[in-house]
Structures are given as structure tokens and as C-alpha cells.
T-cell receptor
């Protein structure tokens, strides 16, 4: 079973920030949180990952709570091209990604 | 830098046949993982190859097998195809060094239809 839970769907207005939550209450101290997205059944696209501290790259920001039991992916200015299924993953062991059902984000014009 | 590539992009087979799917890993990566994604579901881990050996396996029967070659490319073989094997098959490459987790980068996938 996936170590993460996410809301099944969310809507966001174009140009506004999209905040996608993820719960990972059983995460261990040395386990990272990864975020991917999948557009139209293409291969999942890596977005960002983090351990404890907040992270930011050209695509998004990742906010991890101090207890590490949840995180939020932030797309600062969502566009129509950000419409996708977003997956939050805590890898099992050294190799195994267990995907949940993800959050289907729809960006509205 | 070349990304992960997969071939073919689409494939149609009939029940009982065998299929081979191919994956070329991203430059500098030594590890390949394979996933199966049925329609409407998240990808399911099949197995991973590191240094030409299977490095972990998900809940898939033995008729799902793989290979990794010295250049780190990989094949997924499925024997005795069943209708439920119809899915998008994804390959992901990463660089596994010293047991540390590294980001997996996915290819575009091969869509297999079993009739």
C-alpha cells in the first residue's frame, strides 16, 4: 500500500497558486518525499523532492511540516498546462516507488 | 543529455503471445525500474535492475521477466500474455550508488493492448 494519501481532485484558477496536500504520517526519519505529475498518460514527470527543509526549484515549491507527517506542493502561478495527475511518493526501501491514486488537478481558464 | 527512451510506443498482441519491451536509460544512470499502469490507476512497480541483476520485485508473476545489459539498457519480457496485461508500461532510470536513493526519471511508456 502507498505510504501517502492525497485528495482525489482539485480545481485551481489559472494564474493562481495551486496548493496540493499530501499526508505521509508513517514516514521514517531518513525517507524523502517525492512529487511527480502525469499528463495525458505520458510518463510521470519529476517535479521536486525533499527531506526536512522546504525546497524550491523552477517548477514548484515543497513545504514539509516540522513533524514531516505531511507536505504541500505549491505551483505558484498555475497554467492550463499544469492540468495533470499529481503523485506524492515516499519510496519504499532503496528502489520501490509506490504510487497512490494521486490528485487530479484541473486548472480552469 | 539524452532522456529515457522506450520502444515501441504502441503494441498489439493476442492472448498467449510473448512480448519484449525495451528501455534505454538516461545518460549516467545505472539502474532501471519497470512499472505497469492500468487505465485509471497509478503505476505499479514490477522490478528493478542494477548492475545487470534484479534488485527488487513487486507483486508480479514469474512470466514477467527482465534483463539489463552492460550499457544499462533494459528489456521487459512478458510471456503467455493475458487480457489484463493491457496497460502502459513505464521504464524509469536512476543512479543507485552506495544504496542511496536517487530520483527516478521516467520514459514516455509503451502502450500494450492484448486482444
Amino acid at each position: 500500500d502507498a505510504k501517502t494519501t492525497q485528495p482525489p481532485s482539485m480545481d485551481c484558477a489559472e494564474g493562481r497558486a495551486a496548493n496540493l496536500p499530501c499526508n505521509h504520517s508513517t514516514i521514517s526519519g531518513n525517507e524523502y518525499v517525492y512529487w511527480y505529475r502525469q499528463i495525458h498518460s505520458q510518463g510521470p514527470q519529476y517535479i521536486i523532492h525533499g527531506l526536512k527543509n522546504n525546497e524550491t526549484n523552477e517548477m514548484a515549491s515543497l513545504i514539509i511540516t516540522e513533524d514531516r507527517k505531511s507536505s504541500t506542493l505549491i505551483l505558484p502561478h498555475a497554467t492550463l498546462r499544469d492540468t495533470a495527475v499529481y503523485y506524492c511518493i515516499v519510496p519504499s526501501g532503496t528502489y520501490k516507488y509506490i504510487f497512490g491514486t494521486g490528485t487530479r488537478l484541473k486548472v480552469l481558464a | 543529455e539524452t532522456g529515457v527512451t522506450q520502444s515501441p510506443t504502441h503494441l498489439i498482441k493476442t492472448r498467449g503471445q510473448q512480448v519484449t519491451l525495451r528501455c534505454s536509460s538516461q545518460s549516467g544512470h545505472n539502474t532501471v525500474s519497470w512499472y505497469q499502469q492500468a487505465l485509471g490507476q497509478g503505476p505499479q512497480f514490477i522490478f528493478q535492475y542494477y548492475r545487470e541483476e534484479e534488485n527488487g520485485r513487486g507483486n508480479f508473476p514469474p512470466r514477467f521477466s527482465g534483463l539489463q545489459f552492460p550499457n544499462y539498457s533494459s528489456e521487459l519480457n512478458v510471456n503467455a500474455l493475458e487480457l489484463d496485461d493491457s496497460a502502459l508500461y513505464l521504464c524509469a532510470s536512476s543512479s543507485l550508488m552506495g544504496g542511496n536513493k536517487e530520483t527516478q526519471y521516467f520514459g514516455p511508456g509503451t502502450r500494450l493492448l492484448v486482444l
